[in-house]
């Protein structure tokens, strides 16, 4: 069983890796921006600070992400909405977390 963790840990990180650059990358060639007030709740400290101090590329105004009620789907949906998507729709088959931030811009399908 921890052979099968290890192999889906791998698996969703190099899924992250591709959405974020799959996210990135359609608006590359435009300027880098400063990433807006808007923080999730649930962060922690360092990554609060993080999000207040750097650069980021743009994002796309509406994105989908398929299993957005995990725990790396629910962080990537929240530093969508940091970066400025306009819409963000996290699709999952699991129920909404209790701790998911309740933010208009997230539609929970």
Known sequence: ?????IKRARLLTASLAFAMQACTSSSAAGPRH??????APSVSKLQREASSRGLFPPVPSKCVVTGGRGFVGQRLVEML????????????VLP???DAWNHPTIDST
């Open 1 to 5: 069983d921890d052979a099968r963790m």
């Open 34 to 39: 400063k990433a807006t007030r808007l923080v």
């Open 81 to 92: 909405v940091e970066r400025g998507a306009d819409k963000v729709v996290s699709f999952d």
């Open 96 to 98: 909404r977390p209790d």
